[in-house]
């Protein structure tokens, strides 16, 4: 019983897919075919979007943005590895590597957000049993906790906050790794920002480097 309860609900799923597509097609593809059409020859950009796999992180949406605007790359807890050329397969280092070098983008925003879960898992000991790849890929960010708690926050809920922000910081710091990158922002031909979207709220918090602080967006 349960296993049919379970293929029904992912037929469900996959059903509700099937159509959105079609309604793509049909509706909202329609209202932008001229933006598609110009678009089919090449993409140009204006920021790259680097932001986390959670599927309640729509960069488009949360940036009222058009397709074309934006170069994405979402990655378990918006990590930015630090730069280095490998013969291995580094998907979020070469993205953003194309980004810089070859789409000349003009902005680069590195998005995390509240109750994230790559974030939370630091303090887990044993989770993603039987997913090594991703205990290894929280690895790069394992310098954040260390600075989270030498701070002694007072609950979970405070933990949480300065983790997620802190470890923004970080992958802004570890951007500056990249080639060109710190002589791009001082020549101000590449602007770098970071951002902490609240999920239910819909507030984004943009970082101050001056005063090292995140204050929130207001129109």
Request: a neutral charge; one cysteine or more; aromatic letters at 12%.
């Amino acid at each position: 019983m349960q296993e049919n309860i379970e293929s029904k609900n992912v037929t469900n799923s996959i059903d509700l897919l099937f159509k959105g597509a079609i309604k793509f097609k049909e509706e909202n593809f329609l209202a932008y075919k001229e933006l598609f059409e110009n678009l089919k020859d090449g993409q140009n950009p204006h920021t790259l979007f680097v932001g986390c796999a959670d599927s309640r992180v729509v960069p488009n949406l949360i940036t009222n943005t058009l397709p074309g605007e934006l170069f994405v790359v979402r990655n378990i807890a918006n990590i930015v590895p630090p730069y280095r050329k490998s013969k291995e397969y580094l998907a979020t280092t070469s993205a953003i590597e194309y980004a810089l070098e070859e789409l000349q983008v003009e902005n680069i925003i590195i998005c995390g957000h509240s109750h994230c879960g790559g974030c939370a898992a630091l303090y887990e000991e044993g989770n993603f049993q039987g997913m090594p790849n991703v205990q290894n890929w929280l690895k790069l960010i394992a310098p954040v906790k260390e600075q989270v708690l030498a701070l002694k926050p007072k609950n979970d809920a405070m933990r949480a906050y300065l983790t997620e922000q802190i470890n923004i910081e970080r992958q802004i710091r570890n951007l500056f790794t990249y080639p060109q990158v710190k002589e791009k922002y001082l020549a101000r031909t590449l602007k770098i920002y970071g951002w902490y979207y609240i999920i239910e709220c819909g507030e984004v918090y943009s970082y101050d480097f001056k005063m090292q602080e995140f204050n929130l967006l207001k129109g």
